[in-house]
């Protein structure tokens, strides 16, 4: 079993992703070219916000402090939307569907490594996230998908261009993540263990990243996009 | 009784103000120096964007397309916001108070004038809001004011010259709103005509003034702060 300390980890590091994502969703939503658009990003920020909620209560019911269990995340994931700051909108849609989706399929798989409780509260706040059919139609829920997608076509049908840039964009979203979260795992051997563990062993690690991999290329087609 | 175009542009100006201060709290809340903080006015932020999204969904009732119904009031929130940004945390902080409570006041007043359901529906939105009792304690909603004076007690502390200073910076944002609340009654009949209807005449929207200017001191007093 996981220690408690790998938990509040693994909760702390959901946690921050949500607030961050939060921040930078708000901060993205900006830059829509419509009223409309800017209010359904907006919506997914608002969206995971609620979901930061949701992990503090736990951190707290655990006994942690959210903020100085937080702490040790925050340079990773500032670093992470510092170097993937979309410069147009739709870099910033595509990063609110793609990069947001695939956190999301690696919180999932962690999930399976840990306490039920544990993993029906990540359930639940991903369950309505990024890239999901369920509640798709729900503002800042699964509806992500049909949003990125239109918006995505629009770009697209406006300037051909952007399907390649975007792509381009998505395969930095996703080096960059990657490169994160390896970070993150050098620096906390708790989180590191419980991968290890949890997919037993190095084989298992890699296999997760196959899945993860695929369920992004996945999204890239729906989208329209070269993966 | 009002015409429905009233009513419309009066819950578009309230949608608007909503989606606006969502993306202005969302952006202050990163100039806090905890995380802490942080968190508390990013709830600030999504709690408001709870506010628009029911705004929204009556207008939409009301047959009317948000983003086209807000256009008119873009410019006012906007400039609003442009000229009182906080270039400090506790900048921030007083303005979401300070600021957020006297809009709020301004439109419970309005909400006097207008049909029950749209009056119910506007007490709804703001009951939970800035600046009242109720729901005190709740992330993002009455415990505003708490919040407000801890931090405002926080940084006098650190620095007394801080409370004069916070003092001027309370001023400019009466008069930055109450020069944008003209420059929309200005521009749009329905809403001017409400407002004198509704007062009963000129010497009515006086005491409606006075009434309004008597609760941003008492938010000042709640603050130790000159008003």
Redesign the interface.
């Known amino acids: 079993m996981p220690t408690p300390d790998a938990i509040i980890d693994l909760l702390a590091a959901l946690a921050y992703g949500e607030?961050s994502a939060?921040?930078r969703l708000?901060?993205d939503?900006?830059m829509s070219p419509?009223?409309?658009g800017?209010?359904e990003m907006?919506?997914m920020?608002?969206f995971e916000?609620?979901h930061?909620?949701r992990l503090?209560g736990r951190l707290r019911e655990l006994g942690a402090d959210?903020?100085e269990a937080?702490?040790p995340f925050?340079a990773a994931l500032d670093t992470y939307h510092a170097l993937t700051e979309p410069s147009t909108w739709l870099e910033g849609v595509v990063k609110a569907y793609v990069g947001d989706g695939m956190a999301a399929d690696f919180y999932r798989e962690v999930a399976s490594f840990v306490d039920e409780s544990t993993r029906t509260l990540i359930h639940e706040v991903l369950a309505d996230s990024a890239g999901t059919a369920a509640n798709a139609g729900v503002?800042g829920g699964g509806g992500r998908a049909e949003f990125a997608l239109r918006e995505v076509r629009a770009a697209v049908s406006a300037n051909p261009a952007a399907a390649d840039r975007a792509a381009l964009w998505a395969r930095r979203l996703v080096g960059e993540a990657i490169s994160q979260t390896q970070h993150v795992l050098a620096d906390r051997d708790s989180l590191m263990m419980l991968m290890v563990a949890g997919t037993g062993g190095l084989s298992g690690v890699a296999s997760m990243i196959t899945r993860i991999t695929e369920r992004h290329e996945e999204r890239m087609r729906a989208l329209g996009l070269a993966s």
Chains 1, 2 share one sequence.
């Open positions: 607030l939060f921040d708000a901060d939503a900006r419509t009223l409309a800017r209010a907006s919506a920020a608002a916000f609620g930061y909620e503090a959210p903020a937080m702490e925050v503002a």
